[in-house]
């Protein structure tokens, strides 16, 4: 064992390496190491035992490698690839939280978030013990550093009970919680109460039993987040809450700092937070500390001042007031003009007005100050707090509100024209004051749907926003304004305002902020996407191809100029910018294809060498997945063209193993075979060989992608593939993928493609032993059918697909090869149960299922010839009309030629959204799926009358009587009779 794990140690340090080849190879030995039994377990003691301080990083490495562990492959149900034994788990339970206790802080969290990820998936039924032993370390006079590792711990387990769906089991848990931890936590934060007031001149303590009080109100937040428990209902909290709102230490402030909140902030926008929940709830226990709370929280916002140390107290703050005002119930709080004058005059306007470090922030970090500015942007900051607050009472009290901003809009203005080059502020506080009053309704993705109709939207953009889009060499933080004021009202404008603001924004690609070229780009993308009718589900755009078509060429010289240049950060919005007028553009782009895809792959060659921005990444890969698809769905020969330009590059990036990037190249590289009018090229033909290579395929990023890849091989050359013999690899492939849950969906995927575009004699051979793996992977996953529901599914569409294509004898024959008789086994135990007990997720899986079920429906003499034929000769047919009647004969559209639907960037899986294959129909010679059931069901008939119709009718009325009905109505349709 004590080699083992210095051979581990050994491993560690080398991918601590500075050298690119020493750290790969290490890399690749931990890939191999960590299948190896007891390595989660040898890894935590490794942690444990590395204390020499030269061994920090090591330890440090191995403590983030067992996170990633647990995270990925702790919960057997997404991930089983590798195996930690019961005895491992055991023994990693029981001293985990003992070793987070002991170890630096560094460590400590890594710990911390172990813990939190086991609990999430064994706690508590699997790990009753872990609550006891948490509590069993709160004590306030031993190691506060301990107690504050407790405690963080507990609220990442705790977390899971926010954001989401109620649910008996999720309160089932939340009581099992309250029962052992109300308690014990309300006299943990009573004594640390007392203890703060008896040490107010120890800064160090104080802080230490500050930031433990602080855990326990976002504790506090996660078990009060669903409902109001009635152990909470205890003034005692209260009294704490507010002891805490009035609490104040000098000795805790550090003149000095301007950026960092003291602990004491955070504590009091914690409590503030707890306040804001219940505001939220309407918890009528609480109503009688309304008054009281509200009362601090307004002394508390009063008292913050405008350094950013206190942006976290100030937003939290101003989100309870938000709150209240929102609240119809609360009106009465706020129901006088004066009251109104004072939020919007002392809140609302001081709080809208640039700062300094707000302009430092807008011209050193751009990226930032866009984060927390942009429209649609979930993050708070002081402003969009502001905003919020004001369209919360712009909606409850209209009339007043409107009138008191119109004043204040009318004097911020005035104020500019005083002074235009030094007091532009002013107009960004009235543009920012009227945005705000003007918006009643609005979605990040859709835009305002609705205004206050006692503000001219249209003339104020006309007075105040206009002359700033019109100059390039004003202010550059009042033209970020403006353009985010006409990207915010894009609905309200006509077709003919958005061509008119179409070279406006185009005009501002080119200023050198990074903000406003950033809001420039995002303001095209979005004008790109507007809705002609917002109120009803529609793909017409307001400014569409058509529209567009005249703006092309300043718009990519613009758009360009700003990816070509190296000395700019990747700037997602602008290459999304790029995506969307490509899509939109479509088969305008014939003419300019060559260039752009130069420039879209100098960019990749320039990024490849660095990722760093993913979401930049994405946008580039669907850029030119767009082209692609634009170009060659309509024009299938320039597939050689594009082939010609992306080989070099995408070689590149599968040579220099950029694993950020391989997912995107192998959708791209099936997209262009996919397209190609004949079969497969040279050039594809060398690179099959390599994509079987063992090692791609255990980076579970590439797996959905090479995936793809291949069974677009299979479609453009299956015979050529098995004339190489190709076949056993990708049989392998399979094998490994469908041992794996994670992987299961690829692996029928390349099953399916082999049945769909191989000749049978070529896998006639292989079937057999096909039929025997999924066998052998269905017997152990029948240990558990709830768990395992998926496989139920992907083997019956397979059996399905299988006996559609080469008949029910085939399917038969092929299993009973096996073992004599197990396919009606199979049928009746595990594929006819959950297609009856629920529908098949798509309509073409409903198709597949009906089309094969009808096959052995209607072509499986033997069937009867069993004792129990009959019966499932019935449940066959029982479950076909099911099917049909739950999802519909037709196979609806699957969106491909949506071209302004909402892309993103998923991190589990880079899915290319226009790389994206159509559904293919592995039976287009059957149009009407329930025709072709009733039609082969009235050949049966025919063949032996007099026969089948009384097995119908049992069969059919024995439940409802509903698919009787059913199967009544679809032989009228088709106008047959079954005798």
């Known amino acids: 064992m004590a080699q083992?794990?210095?051979?581990?140690?050994?491993?560690?340090?080398?991918?601590?390496?500075?050298?690119?080849?020493?750290?790969?190879?290490?890399?690749?030995?931990?890939?191999?190491?960590?299948?190896?039994?007891?390595?989660?377990?040898?890894?935590?003691?490794?942690?444990?035992?590395?204390?020499?301080?030269?061994?920090?990083?090591?330890?440090?490495?191995?403590?983030?490698?067992?996170?990633?562990?647990?995270?990925?492959?702790?919960?057997?149900?997404?991930?089983?690839?590798?195996?930690?034994?019961?005895?491992?788990?055991?023994?990693?339970?029981?001293?985990?939280?003992?070793?987070?206790?002991?170890?630096?802080?560094?460590?400590?969290?890594?710990?911390?978030?172990?813990?939190?990820?086991?609990?999430?998936?064994?706690?508590?039924?699997q790990w009753d013990n872990l609550l006891p032993e948490l509590i069993s370390k709160f004590t306030v006079d031993g190691d506060l550093e301990n107690l504050n590792g407790v405690l963080l711990t507990a609220s990442s387990i705790f977390k899971r009970f926010r954001y989401v769906q109620r649910n008996d089991a999720l309160y089932r848990d939340i009581l099992y919680v309250l029962q052992k931890l109300a308690e014990p936590m309300l006299k943990l934060f009573q004594m640390l109460t007392k203890s703060v007031e008896q040490?107010?001149?120890?800064?160090?303590?104080?802080?230490?039993?500050?930031?433990?009080?602080?855990?326990?109100?976002?504790?506090?937040?996660?078990?009060?987040?669903?409902?109001?428990?009635?152990?909470?209902?205890?003034?005692?909290?209260m009294e704490c809450f507010s002891f805490f709102l009035k609490y104040e230490n000098v000795s805790l402030v550090d003149p000095d700092e301007e950026d960092e909140p003291t602990t004491l902030d955070r504590l009091q926008a914690a409590v503030v937070d707890n306040l804001n929940l219940y505001v939220s709830k309407d918890e009528e226990p609480?109503?009688?500390?309304?008054?009281?709370?509200?009362?601090?929280?307004?002394?508390?916002?009063?008292?913050?001042?405008?350094?950013?140390?206190?942006?976290?107290?100030?937003?939290t703050c101003i989100r309870f007031l938000s709150s209240l005002v929102g609240k119809l119930m609360h009106k009465s709080l706020f129901d006088n003009e004066s009251t109104l004058r004072e939020i919007i005059g002392k809140i609302v306007v001081p709080n809208l007005q640039i700062r300094e470090t707000d302009e430092e922030r807008f011209e050193d970090d751009p990226a930032d100050f866009i984060m927390t500015d942009m429209e649609g942007s979930d993050s708070n900051s002081r402003r969009k707090c502001a905003q919020d607050l004001l369209k919360s009472m712009s909606r409850q009290f209209e009339s007043q509100a409107t009138s008191i901003c119109l004043e204040h809009i009318t004097t911020m203005l005035n104020d500019y024209n005083t002074d235009k080059t030094n007091k532009w502020g002013s107009k960004d506080v009235a543009i920012h004051l009227f945005l705000s009053s003007a918006v009643q309704a609005e979605s990040a993705t859709s835009g305002v749907s609705a205004v206050n109709d006692k503000l001219d939207v249209m003339d104020f953009f006309v007075q105040n926003i206009l002359p700033e889009l019109q100059q390039t060499n004003g202010h550059a933080m009042l033209n970020a304004t403006a353009i985010k004021f006409a990207t915010t009202f894009r609905n309200q404008f006509t077709t003919e305002h958005l061509t008119a603001l179409m070279p406006l924004l185009i005009k501002h690609l080119s200023s050198s902020s990074v903000v406003v070229h950033t809001y420039a780009a995002a303001g095209i993308e979005k004008v790109l996407v507007t809705k002609k009718q917002i109120d009803i589900p529609t793909k017409e755009t307001k400014f569409g191809q058509k529209e567009l078509k005249q703006f092309l060429e300043p718009l990519f010289t613009g758009l360009f100029?700003?990816?070509?240049?190296?000395?700019?950060?990747?700037?997602?919005?602008?290459?999304?910018?790029?995506?969307?007028?490509?899509?939109?553009?479509?088969?305008?782009?014939?003419?300019?294809?060559?260039i752009v895809l130069n420039k879209l792959t100098a960019s990749l060659g320039r990024v490849a060498k660095n990722p760093k921005n993913p979401y930049f990444n994405h946008y580039l890969f669907?850029?030119?997945?767009?082209?692609?698809?634009?170009?060659?769905?309509?024009?299938?020969?320039?597939?050689?063209?594009?082939?010609?330009?992306?080989?070099?590059?995408?070689?590149?990036?599968?040579?220099?193993?950029?694993?950020?990037?391989?997912?995107?190249?192998?959708?791209?590289?099936?997209?262009?075979?996919?397209?190609?009018?004949?079969?497969?090229?040279?050039?594809?033909?060398?690179?099959?060989?390599?994509?079987?290579?063992?090692?791609?395929?255990?980076?579970?990023?590439?797996?959905?992608g090479l995936t793809r890849l291949v069974t677009a091989y299979l479609l453009k050359g299956a015979p050529q593939l098995i004339a190489q013999n190709h076949l056993m690899p990708i049989l392998?492939?399979?094998?490994?993928?469908?041992?794996?849950?994670?992987?299961?969906?690829?692996?029928?995927?390349?099953?399916?493609?082999?049945?769909?575009?191989?000749?049978?004699?070529?896998?006639?051979?292989?079937?057999?032993?096909?039929?025997?793996?999924?066998?052998?992977?269905?017997?152990?996953?029948?240990?558990?059918?709830?768990?395992?529901?998926?496989?139920?599914?992907?083997?019956?569409?397979?059996?399905?697909?299988?006996?559609?294509?080469?008949?029910?004898?085939?399917f038969v024959e092929q299993l009973d090869a096996i073992q004599q008789g197990i396919a009606f086994t199979l049928l009746k135990q595990f594929w006819l149960p959950p297609l009856v007990q629920s529908a098949p997720s798509t309509k073409m899986d409903a198709k597949i299922n009906i089309v094969g079920l009808t096959k052995i429906l209607c072509e499986s003499p033997s069937l009867l010839a069993r004792p129990d034929g009959q019966e499932i000769w019935g449940d066959i047919l029982f479950a076909i009309v099911q099917a049909a009647s739950s999802v519909g004969t037709g196979l609806g559209s699957n969106n491909e030629d949506d071209f302004v639907v909402e892309v993103s960037y998923d991190s589990a899986y880079s899915k290319l959204h226009f790389a994206s294959k159509p559904v293919t129909d592995p039976f287009p010679e059957v149009p009407d799926v329930m025709m072709y059931m009733v039609k082969s069901l009235q050949a049966l008939c025919s063949?032996?009358?007099?026969?089948?119709?009384?097995?119908?009718?049992?069969?059919?009325?024995?439940?409802?009587?509903?698919?009787?009905?059913?199967?009544?109505?679809?032989?009228?349709?088709?106008?047959?009779?079954?005798?």
Request: with cysteine.
């Open 4 to 125: 083992s794990l210095e051979n581990l140690r050994s491993v560690f340090l080398q991918t601590l390496d500075q050298r690119n080849e020493v750290r790969r190879e290490a890399e690749k030995q931990l890939q191999v190491l960590r299948v190896q039994p007891s390595h989660p377990l040898q890894c935590l003691q490794l942690v444990s035992q590395c204390t020499a301080p030269q061994d920090s990083p090591i330890r440090q490495a191995v403590a983030v490698h067992f996170k990633n562990l647990v995270k990925n492959f702790w919960d057997e149900e997404k991930d089983d690839s590798v195996k930690i034994s019961p005895s491992d788990r055991a023994l990693i339970k029981t001293h985990l939280v003992d070793l987070m206790c002991t170890v630096p802080p560094a460590i400590q969290v890594q710990c911390s978030e172990s813990i939190a990820l086991i609990a999430a998936v064994d706690f508590p039924e």
């Open 199 to 237: 040490h107010q001149g120890n800064v160090q303590l104080l802080n230490n039993k500050l930031k433990a009080l602080r855990t326990l109100c976002r504790i506090f937040f996660s078990l009060n987040w669903q409902d109001l428990p009635e152990f909470f209902e205890d003034c005692e909290w």
């Open 286 to 315: 609480f109503l009688p500390h309304l008054p009281n709370f509200t009362t601090l929280v307004w002394g508390l916002l009063l008292k913050t001042t405008i350094l950013p140390k206190h942006d976290v107290l100030a937003v």
């Open 561 to 594: 100029s700003i990816v070509d240049n190296e000395e700019l950060s990747e700037n997602e919005y602008v290459m999304k910018a790029v995506m969307r007028s490509l899509s939109v553009a479509r088969d305008d782009l014939v003419a300019v294809t060559e």
């Open 622 to 704: 669907e850029s030119i997945a767009v082209l692609v698809k634009s170009v060659c769905s309509k024009n299938p020969e320039y597939t050689s063209a594009f082939e010609a330009l992306l080989f070099p590059p995408f070689q590149h990036v599968l040579q220099m193993e950029v694993l950020e990037f391989t997912p995107y190249v192998f959708q791209v590289l099936a997209q262009l075979l996919e397209y190609r009018p004949d079969g497969l090229s040279d050039a594809y033909s060398s690179l099959f060989g390599p994509l079987m290579t063992p090692s791609l395929w255990e980076s579970k990023g590439n797996v959905p």
């Open 732 to 810: 392998g492939v399979f094998q490994k993928l469908i041992s794996s849950k994670a992987n299961e969906t690829n692996g029928f995927l390349l099953l399916e493609a082999i049945i769909m575009y191989a000749p049978m004699d070529s896998i006639r051979g292989v079937s057999k032993d096909i039929f025997q793996v999924l066998l052998v992977r269905l017997q152990s996953a029948a240990q558990n059918k709830q768990k395992n529901a998926r496989y139920f599914r992907l083997v019956s569409n397979y059996f399905s697909l299988f006996a559609g294509k080469y008949g029910a004898q085939a």
């Open 943 to 979: 063949s032996q009358p007099g026969k089948f119709p009384p097995l119908i009718k049992n069969r059919l009325e024995m439940s409802s009587g509903k698919e009787a009905a059913i199967l009544q109505s679809m032989m009228q349709k088709a106008g047959v009779n079954l005798v």
